[in-house]
């Protein structure tokens, strides 16, 4: 007979449907470990206006290349999780990047006997473990890059939806990051990826919240108006003492509303209004994402509250095949 094949556990969906909250207690039913897979709380420093939530680090460690990862527990429930804080605001972090972490990961986590749950909105990221993508290494144009340089965030986003019609699909942190949009336009078309057969072998259930749109859009702005008066507004102050006033992750969803209010340019009911928009906009390209007949995910849809008993008894099942 031959040996099961190691499982992965994915939770992903659009924001505020409490995939975190259900990770924390799966993972303190099933001896499991979290990694991260929202792209923005990869980043140092930006911990309200990403939800990252209260992280201390332990004293757990893994090296992986040149990265030193470190290990923490998610906001005193003694579960622990990976991959957030792994770079500051200022700078680059890929999907390749995020691909070789995760798979590194993965088989310390498995070795380890614990469960790994990856939890997170980012579609691409998960993507990329699920059906291990093949990225492509591109050789840069310096003439071609010349001309692109002289054009606008906007204009460069234009120019690649124009060339792909993927504009959409990208993180935050890609859409308004020139450097990148620069290097996705070089590469022809994004995401130049090939679904290849995985050379990890593991299978994995992939849970999926059930959620009415119109709560949805009203647990949304109730969160938002919580982020603010959590200090949102003086983390964007301290990103900007800190000298990330230009980095392109200040001008992601909610971020660059929060700099217009400090200009004076919204007021705060607006700045809620803007925001809140921002993210219901956001939760609408994620639904596209993850719902859409090309991803052709093989998603397990639960009320992540009132099916949770029925969420146990299905994970059970996987572990058991």
């Known amino acids: 007979m031959s040996e099961p094949l190691p499982k992965l556990l994915v939770i992903g969906g659009p924001t505020a449907t409490g995939k975190t909250g259900l990770a924390k207690k799966l993972a303190k039913d099933f001896n499991g470990v979290i990694i991260n897979a929202d792209s923005r709380q990869i980043y140092r420093f930006m911990n309200i206006g990403t939800d990252k939530g209260q992280i201390t680090p332990t004293k757990e460690t893994l090296l992986v290349g040149k990265q030193l990862l470190q290990c923490f527990e998610l906001a005193d429930s003694a579960v622990l999780g990976w991959l957030f804080d792994l770079v500051d605001p ?21 070795n380890q006997g614990k469960f790994p ?3 997170g909105g980012t579609g691409l990221y998960l993507d990329a473990i699920i059906k291990n993508y093949q990225l492509p290494q591109v ?3 310096f003439v071609f890059r010349k001309q692109l340089e002289l054009l606008t965030v906007e204009q460069l986003q234009q120019k690649y939806q124009q060339d792909t019609g993927q504009l959409a699909v990208l993180n935050e942190s890609d859409r308004f990051n020139p450097r990148r949009l ?15 057969k995985s050379s990890m072998n593991f299978s994995y259930l992939f849970l999926y919240p059930k959620f009415a749109r119109e709560k949805l859009a009203e647990k949304i702005q109730k969160r938002v108006e919580e982020m603010l008066k959590e200090g949102w507004v003086d983390e964007v102050k301290q990103l900007i003492t800190m000298g990330y006033q230009d980095s392109p992750l200040l001008r992601g969803i909610g971020y660059q509303n929060v700099v217009q209010y400090l200009h004076q340019e919204l ?23 993850f719902t859409g007949k090309s991803r052709n995910y093989a998603l397990q849809q639960f009320d992540f509250t009132d099916d949770f008993q029925l ?9 058991k095949q």
């Open 90 to 110: 200022d700078q680059y972090f890929s999907l390749n990047d995020y691909q070789i972490l995760v798979k590194a990961l993965l088989n310390y986590l498995w």
């Open 311 to 319: 969420i146990i008894q299905n994970i059970q099942k996987f572990l």
């Open 267 to 289: 007021t705060e009911a607006e700045l809620i209004k803007a925001i809140t928009l921002g993210h219901l906009q956001y939760a609408k390209r994620q639904i596209t994402w």
């Open 139 to 141: 050789q840069p144009d």
């Open 117 to 119: 749950i990856i939890v």
């Open 182 to 196: 620069i290097r996705l336009i070089e590469a022809g078309k994004f995401p130049k990826l090939v679904k290849t």
